[in-house]
């Protein structure tokens, strides 16, 4: 059942343009369930003594920290693939005095921003250490897709963890914003994501990625991120879903920097969340096309036919892409990438992309509980409009500026689109140079 993983030595020559995973040998028992601790203090390592108490006390299997903790900084780490083994070894010995599985969140003086994932209680075929490293990030810091070895990185950057016999995934921060790095572990059948994150994360995006992740991958997830006196009675510190992107809630928060949660690992229940409102929709302040409500076909019939299920028609100085997706293929992200990096756009210039997803048969309870959060997703993390058309009711959302969803009401049996939003995957900001576009298309293929 489990992939082959390499065998790592702390051979530092061994490490240099590389990351490892680290197995050591012995039984385990797989568990129905884990025990989190998702840690948003970033002074708690100061004092391994009180945390391993509260380990101790409250039977936590995994601890995980927020983005670039701060206790980290006194490693010095020049550069990540010549100080991994300093900094595998230095978390090590800060899991043994916990006598925890930890993830925690680093970044080198290069500016490479990571995780390592460490367990010094690994057994026979569990994952002793590994590191994943972020992908997006602001100019000053340095992505693996700016690596030479990027494809043979991605190989073992995106094995699963094995721990307990559960797979883990772990993405940071604006990561878990893009389907991309999140399915790369969903394909390989992950049983719970984690995502470290700083502060200020906005709650209305950051809840509904998660959900989303969770009920794409069919996996739970967890996020945890710092501690912000400022927004912290409005944003809460730590999110967690289950496999069906029902929110789990914590059972407890201890000495009010330690959110415990249980995660089952069987499937859970769906749910309709806040952020549900059939009522809300809104019409744009500048409407550059109009879709007919319910009636795509129309906009199709004056198109022309690039691929399979891809078309193309020219409206005042844009060529709007429409890309049909089927039913429940919407919920899987490699269906929605293979259309829009198709291979043919690529000489079309002045795209807009608009989303269509048609269903013959729609329950009301799955749109409510999960469809609406994967097309709002959808919007935003392809920067396009999406359009739904089924045999209940129709609906369409869009990106906004700030990177949130919009629901666009219908006027007079049309969606009046900004096309202006509507620029597709490559204007997100994850595509920042050409060597990035590879890598990026590089994974696409992967998973397509």
């Not at 891809?310 to 490699?334: A, M, Q, S, T, W």
């Not at 002045?350 to 729609?362: A, G, M, P």
């Not at 990035?436 to 696409?444: A, K, R, T």
Request: net charge positive; proline share 3%.
């Amino acid at each position: 059942m489990f992939q082959s993983a390499i065998l790592q030595q702390f051979d530092k020559s061994s490490y240099a343009g590389k990351i490892f995973v680290t197995l050591q040998t012995n039984n385990y028992v797989k568990m129905d369930r884990l025990r989190i601790g998702c840690v948003t203090d970033e002074v708690c390592l100061k004092d391994t003594a009180s945390i391993k108490k509260i380990v101790k006390e409250h039977r936590i299997d995994l601890l995980v920290f927020p983005e670039m903790h701060d206790s980290t900084k006194d490693l010095k780490v020049k550069d990540l693939p010549e100080g991994e083994p300093e900094i595998v070894a230095a978390e090590m010995e800060w899991a043994q005095k916990i006598d925890c599985a930890m993830v925690m969140g680093m970044d080198d003086r290069k500016g490479t921003i990571f995780n390592v994932f460490v367990n010094p209680k690994a057994k026979e075929k569990e994952t002793k250490s590994q590191v994943y490293i972020k992908h997006t990030h602001p100019k000053k810091y340095h992505s693996p897709f700016e690596r030479d070895d990027y494809r043979q990185l991605c190989e073992t950057m995106f094995q699963p963890i094995l721990f307990h016999d559960w797979r883990l995934g772990t993405t940071i921060c604006y990561d878990c914003n893009f389907s991309l790095f999140s399915r790369m572990f969903g394909k390989k059948g992950v049983d719970l994501l984690v995502n470290n994150t700083g502060a200020n994360a906005k709650k209305s995006k950051w809840f509904k990625y998660t959900k989303a992740r969770s009920i794409e991958n069919h996996c739970n997830s967890v996020v945890t991120m710092f501690r912000n006196e400022k927004t912290k009675e409005s944003n809460p510190l730590t999110y967690c879903f289950n496999r069906q992107g029902g929110e789990i809630s914590p059972e407890k928060c201890v000495d009010d920097y330690v959110y415990i949660y249980e995660v089952e690992y069987d499937n859970g229940k769906p749910e309709i969340d806040e952020y549900y409102d059939e009522r809300k929709g809104s019409i744009n302040n500048s409407i550059d096309i109009k879709i007919p409500e319910g009636h795509i076909e129309k906009l199709i019939e004056k198109a022309k036919h690039i691929d399979k299920d891809i078309y193309c028609f020219h409206h005042k100085n844009r060529n709007v892409i429409l890309c049909l997706i089927k039913g429940d293929d919407i919920l899987k992200p490699e269906k929605v990438l293979r259309l829009l990096y198709n291979k043919r756009l690529d000489v079309i210039k002045n795209k807009s992309f608009v989303i269509v997803n048609q269903y013959k048969r729609l329950s009301k309870s799955f749109f409510q509980s999960q469809l609406d959060t994967i097309l709002k997703v959808r919007a935003v993390e392809n920067l396009c409009a999406v359009v739904l058309e089924s045999d209940k009711f129709n609906k369409c959302y869009q990106s906004t500026y700030c990177k949130d969803s919009q629901i666009i009401k219908p006027t007079n049996g049309f969606y009046g689109i900004d096309l202006h939003r509507t620029n597709g995957p490559k204007h997100t900001g994850l595509h920042q140079n050409k060597q990035w576009n590879q890598n990026i298309e590089y994974l696409v293929s992967k998973l397509s």
